[in-house]
């Protein structure tokens, strides 16, 4: 069966960076983008960007764009999301979801980031 | 502010009918770009309840429903039960941003 899972909460200070990742498995890991979303405590969803499964191509959002990385390992299947300059409004739960081409039917099961002085 | 709207709450009895609306612009639903529908329960990842507009995915009962007009879509619910109340999303691809967008969300309470 398809999974992805994340890897665990983390609790950062500002300015500093963190590195999520998202481990797939139960499908042919080329065949499908890979999203990042995040939702920050009481709020809604914000999508970040995605990764494409081959090559290097990335697309961000304009808002993340210069502070967020968005790299793979075909090699085991995992999909990683970098985001440096944390503020504290960056505190959100992340998370990764694949796209089918028509939304995205399956879901990491998120990793809070925390950040605090 | 998000680019889709989405009112941010509903409400409605066991066995009734709600919608929720999904107005975008015309760089998104208006573009023809599909709309996509995601059932967020309390403290879980979302879950896809709706893709392209109107189609469910397995396992999702008929009692959910989607439509998109013009610039905005719809998602309906009925036969209401305990176990619909969530936060609804909307969201859908913005040409003039180059990316994914959402809706502000839509929590429904099943009263």
């Known amino acids: 069966q398809v999974q992805l899972v994340q890897s665990g909460a983390e609790v950062k200070k500002p300015g500093a960076s963190v590195k999520v990742s998202c481990k797939t498995s139960?499908?042919?890991?080329?065949?499908?983008?890979l999203h990042w979303v995040r939702q920050a405590p009481g709020q809604g969803l914000e999508w970040m960007g995605r990764?494409?499964?081959?090559?290097?191509?990335?697309t961000y959002a304009q808002k993340f764009q210069g502070r967020v990385t968005m790299t793979k390992d075909s090699s085991t299947s995992t999909v990683y999301m970098e985001l440096s300059g944390l503020k504290s409004d960056d505190t959100a739960m992340y998370y990764c979801?694949?796209?089918?081409?028509?939304?995205?039917?399956?879901w990491g099961q998120g990793t809070l980031v925390t950040v605090s002085s | 502010q998000s680019v889709l709207t989405q009112p941010p709450s509903v409400s409605g009895a066991p066995g009734q009918r709600v919608t929720i609306s999904c107005t975008g612009r015309s760089s998104n639903i208006g573009a023809g770009y599909d709309v996509h529908w995601y059932q967020q329960l309390p403290r879980t990842a979302p879950k896809l309840l709706i893709y392209?507009?109107?189609n469910r995915p397995s396992g999702v009962p008929d009692r959910f429903s989607g439509s998109k007009s013009g610039t905005s879509a719809s998602l309906a619910i009925t036969g209401l039960q305990a176990e619909d109340e969530a936060d609804y999303y909307c969201?859908?691809?913005?040409?003039?941003?180059?990316?994914?967008?959402f809706g502000g969300g839509t929590k429904l309470t099943v009263l």
């Open positions: 139960g499908y042919t890991f080329t065949n499908y983008y």
């Open positions: 979801a694949r796209e089918g081409g028509a939304g995205y039917g399956y």
């Open positions: 392209a507009n109107s």
């Open positions: 990764i494409s499964p081959i090559g290097v191509s990335t």
């Open positions: 969201q859908s691809y913005d040409t003039s941003l180059s990316g994914w967008v």
